[in-house]
């Protein structure tokens, strides 16, 4: 007597696990883009984003178990110190790769002013979501997903340092798009890649983009550049 066939989920955990959170954060983006259509001004839709990263702060904890590459910290203290000089590098070419022809659009920017004084409870939520959780789901999903997958559908036996150069030019290119600033998006993908193929450990990206965002959120602060937000 033959076995009842073993049904196969179309989406498995492990990918919904790394997907939705990103797949929340980005809902929220066409979110807010329905509301300025709607008439509802930036100023009036600046504490949305702190419902978009708790939303997918929520959604990471009920996840956590299935990231185990993220349950020990693998890095040396050399490995550490070249993370966090990779996210430096990653900002300062951030704010330098800003001609016309290297951006799509115009980014709207995260003015947390109100009549010229700074609503610091909005700058904490702000410099928390892009430093802490931005960075934790963005990498979850480009790195620990989209990378390994282009390469083997069955990416999570695909070990970080097993990662072609082909699916590292093509996930960084679609990085890239995802922004703004494209083509510093694109740099900033191929850093970030290239440190979790070569560290094989997804809290090197991690921490260079958390660095990269945390050091912006910083920048942004002092120049008044919220436009970069």
């Known amino acids: 007597m033959e076995n009842p066939p ?18 929340i954060y980005m809902a929220f983006i066409a979110i ?12 009036d839709q ?11 702060a929520v959604a990471l904890a ?4 299935d990231y185990d590459e993220l349950h020990r910290w693998h890095l040396t ?28 659009g115009s980014a709207a920017g995260f003015d947390p002013t109100t009549d010229g004084d700074i609503d610091w ?3 904490a939520v702000r410099i928390a979501g892009a430093a802490l959780v931005v960075p934790v789901m963005e990498e979850l999903f480009w790195r620990s997903f989209l990378l390994r997958w282009l390469d083997n559908k069955r990416f999570a036996a695909l070990a970080p340092g097993a990662i072609s150069i082909k699916a590292i030019a093509i996930s960084s290119v679609l990085f890239g ?5 494209w083509l510093a998006g694109l740099v900033a993908g191929l850093v970030y890649a290239c440190l979790y193929r070569w560290h094989r450990s997804l809290w090197s990206p991690v921490l260079a983009h958390a660095v990269t965002n945390g050091a912006l959120g910083a920048w942004v602060i002092v120049t008044g550049s919220w436009h970069y937000w």
């Open 62 to 65: 009920y996840f956590w178990r």
């Open 77 to 104: 203290v050399a490995s550490t110190a070249v993370a966090i000089v990779a996210g430096l590098i990653v900002l300062i070419l951030w704010l330098s790769l800003g001609a016309d022809w290297m951006t799509i």
């Open 46 to 56: 600046r504490w949305l984003y702190a419902v978009k990263v708790g939303a997918v």
């Open 177 to 181: 798009v995802e922004h703004n600033l």
């Open 121 to 123: 409870a909005l700058v």
């Open 32 to 43: 807010a883009e329905l509301l300025g259509w709607l008439g509802v001004s930036q100023a």
């Open 6 to 23: 073993v049904a196969v989920p179309l989406f498995p955990r492990a990918i919904v696990a790394r997907c939705l959170p990103f797949l």
